[in-house]
């Protein structure tokens, strides 16, 4: 059974940062690209970043270009979003993305909430 659990989320203050995890279980980590995707409220879920099955490729929304560095730690099963420079329009519930490389079959992770004050 393939869970994906995020944590890191809370409250921060604009200009802020915060660092989302999300641990991977179930799934051969390596052969998933890893992304992570928003939503805020009264909004449809949108793209942040993904970063590809052996951390070569990365890409992101040009809304977090420069303030968010996605990553992956192979030997944890973890995917991080480090978020810098945070402002308000960056509040939604982060979700984080498992795809198969073979074929792009989608797990999500739960949720975590990221609030930004001014």
């Known amino acids: 059974q393939v869970q994906l659990v995020e944590s890191g989320g809370g409250l921060v203050q604009a200009g802020g940062s915060l660092r989302l995890s999300c641990l991977a279980s179930g799934l051969t980590f390596r052969s998933y690209a890893m992304g992570w995707f928003r939503q805020a409220p009264g909004k449809e879920r949108e793209f942040v970043a993904i970063?590809?099955?052996?951390?070569?490729?990365?890409y992101y929304a040009d809304s977090v270009k420069g303030r968010f560095t996605i990553s992956r730690d192979a030997a944890n099963n973890t995917v991080l979003l480090q978020m810098n420079s945070l402002q308000p329009e960056d509040t939604a519930v982060y979700y984080c993305?498992?795809?198969?490389?073979?074929?792009?079959?989608?797990?999500w992770g739960q949720g975590t909430q990221v609030t930004v004050s001014l």
């Open positions: 970063i590809s099955w052996n951390g070569g490729n990365t």
């Open positions: 993305n498992a795809r198969s490389a073979s074929d792009f079959t989608d797990y």
